[in-house]
């Protein structure tokens, strides 16, 4: 049976460049950092002129775009900020995303237009919490992680605002917005966007006395990682959050490439126009999940949300990323003459492996590259990182094309 659901799809950019790969792979809104006052702050975002040029690509395709202010603001940086907020009212943004109870008021003041949704950062997690932000004058609450299901539906019954969910990527095993373990380990504080991950890190036990000893402290053999999130994937649950009202689904991810940008945003595009065609059953949703494992991630949980115990959560069995497949080009242009795709290569290849090819919505391609040729046409064997090269033969694909192969 066919649905009407109207659930938007938000998904992270960390420069232009992914940007446009998430509004082309079906996302109805992006968010991004700008130079300042966002967490994830150390690699990438977007400068005044980048977030211009971002806002003109994403609305001519229907996306909307919304800006990270969710770092907490020292009382020595309010006249910078405001400065900032000068600048950024030249643009045509969709909102503000902010957790600053300080960041949120010098918004409303001094651009009282600009719709301001709250950051998981600020750990909503009932509705009494929600509709004070709504009084308040937000338009839009992300939940805490922490939510659980049955508390979801308790708060989308009761909620004045808009109401968004995280419902892929990496986790933070502290409480939304409140860890400050990578700040005491490392001296880089989560809170600022520097965050070291701390809580992926293998600790050993030492006696003061001999501080060159270190004694494992091993729930099993390959150590411990108390702390070692698995990465949240709702995937299997999205028609129940779809029925509860939801009004918007987050993928995690800012400093992620355009492959894992691309890749999770086709396939969420895709459980959703299953869900409304009435499609979304059991082989369809292990289809998702397969294509979930085409980029590199740790073992999922169903999360905070779901999840019946911590072991759930955490993860002792796989302490890194799993990688089954290497992302080694994007599409740059077409050849006519060698009827096939001139490619921008990530990571090596050789000829005569087979290429897995995502295009937006379309369905993924296989193709055994029987010849790599160089931009004068010369046979190449091996194909390098920073290589422009050419796969004669493969015909005309989607401009937006990600190129992966298998790891043997
Ligand atoms: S150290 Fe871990 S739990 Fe803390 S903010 Fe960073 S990712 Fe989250």
Redesign the pocket.
Known sequence: MKKHINIELLAPANNLHVLKYAANYGADAVYVGGKHFNLRSIHGNFTLKQLKEGVEYAHKRGVKVYLTLNAVLAEDEIERFGDYIQELKKIDLDAVIVSDMGVFSLIRKIWPQVPIHISTQANTNNSAAVNQWARLGAQRVNLAREVPFKNLQKIMAQSQTEIEVFIHGAM???YSGR?M??KYMSGRD?NRGR?A???RWKYYLMEQERSNLFFPVCPDKKGTYI?NSRDLCLLSKLDLLAASGVHSFKIEGRMKTENYVSLVTWVYRRALDYIKEGEFHRNNIQKLVSELDKCSHRNFTLGFMFAKSRHELEDNDNVGYINRYRFVATFIRYSKKHRGPVLRVKNQFRAGEQVDILQPRKDPLLFTMGKILDTAGHNMTCANPNDTVIIPGLGRISKYSIFRIKAV
Do not use: G
Request: glycine fraction near 0%; proline fraction near 0%.
């Open positions: 933070c095993i502290s860890c373990l990578s989560a965050c991950h701390s809580c702390y």
